[in-house]
């Protein structure tokens, strides 16, 4: 039977009352950068093709990535890729150098043009299967998941663990991870640090896109003096690779480098660790 009930899905833990975490090196925040490399395919839900949005975006395949790529080299900070399937099949460039800075994949569909919600269970099954698959055929193993759009169905954590997903970013309420009740993790991802939804209408300056990545730091280094924290930041290259906003990028994760008490980690080593402190609570 599907559960309905969020309550039913994972325990409530208040903040102050999560297992003690220490990140290696003793880093009070560890961070992860998750570049959300995409395809929008050019007809979907469109009588004509949608060549407006399917360019902008495309930019980011053919420019902005590249931009994003060295200003995380530069600070030290591999990549945690959302990662829709459909770019293994048309992008070997961008899959060569993802693999070449070791940044890990987690799957993100197979489209960002098709969210999950209202999807039929082994169509969903089938997109997971498919964006697993693609992961594999580059050499790499799909650890992590982000819906499209953070949408899932009743159906999408079980058919994750089903498909050997560890953990999922969808679910944006707490600065730990913690565990699903099937087994699943949960890893703080963001909507208030990520360029898609505050570069759209109505849109913050990147000034403040800056300021914002700077303050969650310093307020979650402060608390990672007691237990550790996590900072997700989440980038779209055809927004933050735009030459006006990449040097934001650039400065908001020289302060966070210049710190000794950060790890940048990928979503993969962050559940290792944390898993490796709770005995898997």
Not at 122 to 146: C, P, S
Request: contains cysteine; aromatic residues 10%.
């Amino acid at each position: 039977m599907v559960n309905t009930d969020p309550h039913g899905l994972f325990p409530y833990r208040a903040i102050v009352d999560a297992p003690k975490i220490q990140w290696p090196n003793g880093a009070r925040v560890a961070v992860w950068v998750i570049p959300n490399v995409e395809q929008y395919r050019i007809e979907i839900g469109n009588p004509s093709p949608d060549i407006r949005n399917h360019s902008r975006r495309d930019y980011g395949n053919r420019v902005g990535i590249w931009r994003v790529m060295e200003v995380m080299a530069k600070h030290g900070a591999r990549g945690t890729v959302a990662f829709n399937g459909q770019v293994g099949q048309y992008y070997p460039r961008i899959m060569q150098a993802m693999k070449d800075l070791e940044w890990e994949l987690m799957g993100h569909g197979m489209t960002n043009s098709l969210p999950l919600a209202g999807m039929e269970k082994n169509a969903e099954r089938a997109v997971i299967l498919e964006t697993k698959k693609i992961i594999e055929d580059h050499g790499l193993a799909m650890k992590g998941w982000l819906g499209p759009g953070l949408t899932e169905t009743f159906n999408t954590l079980d058919l994750l663990k089903e498909a050997g997903v560890e953990y999922v970013c969808d679910w944006v309420n707490d600065d730990l991870p913690y565990k699903f009740n099937n087994g699943l993790y949960s890893i703080p991802y963001s909507i208030e640090l990520n360029d898609m939804p505050l570069f759209n209408v109505p849109s913050i300056s990147i000034e403040d896109f800056e300021r914002r990545i700077k303050d969650a730091y310093d307020v979650l280094y402060e608390e990672g003096e007691t237990n550790g924290r996590v900072l997700g930041i989440a980038l779209h290259p055809f927004l933050i690779g735009s030459p006006h906003r990449i040097k934001y990028l650039d400065r908001a994760l020289a302060h966070i480098a210049w710190s000794d008490k950060a790890w940048f980690a990928t979503g993969e080593e962050i559940i290792a660790a944390y898993r490796a402190q709770t005995g898997g609570v």
